[in-house]
């Protein structure tokens, strides 16, 4: 079974109804494969909702206390943890292009420490693909 881990920006989208492109729509809804979603990404997602940066949608139910329910239960995704491989792969990437967002750059480690493609809106992320990430792109 294909496993993919997705960025937080794809997390917020399921919380908001916003659009994905054709190919990660399949990958989410048809495709049958594992989706994972990093502890780093619950991190940011809590604090989006604490700072109400974003507004689920209301009949979602979603609040900062049910978190994981949403993620795992409602979504079906499995939370992959940061562990120490990651951290590691984290020390032996290089900072492209003065991108130092510290979440991105670890949610970044632990795709390619897992050897999972990660599914992001992220503009910046494909400049890590020479250090050896594997992206898909929701444009």
């Known amino acids: 079974m294909d496993r993919y881990l997705i960025d937080t920006n794809i997390l917020v989208q399921f919380a908001t109804e ?30 989006l909702l604490q700072c109400e940066d974003i507004k689920p949608k209301k009949q979602s139910g979603l609040n900062v206390l049910n978190i994981f329910e949403f993620v795992e239960d409602t979504l079906g ?21 003065k991108h130092t967002d510290p979440s991105d ?24 693909k020479k250090q050896g990430l594997d992206l898909i792109v929701n444009r």
Request: overall charge positive.
């Open 105 to 128: 750059r670890l949610i970044i480690a632990q795709a390619i420490a897992e050897k999972m493609p990660l599914i992001s809106s992220d503009t910046k992320f494909p400049k890590y």
């Open 77 to 97: 995704f499995t939370v992959k943890y940061i562990d120490k491989g990651h951290l590691k792969q984290l020390c032996k990437m290089g900072i492209v292009e």
């Open 18 to 47: 916003l659009e994905f492109t054709d190919d990660v729509r399949y990958i989410l809804y048809y495709s049958g494969a594992k989706i994972h979603v990093s502890s780093e990404s619950i991190k940011e997602f809590i604090n």
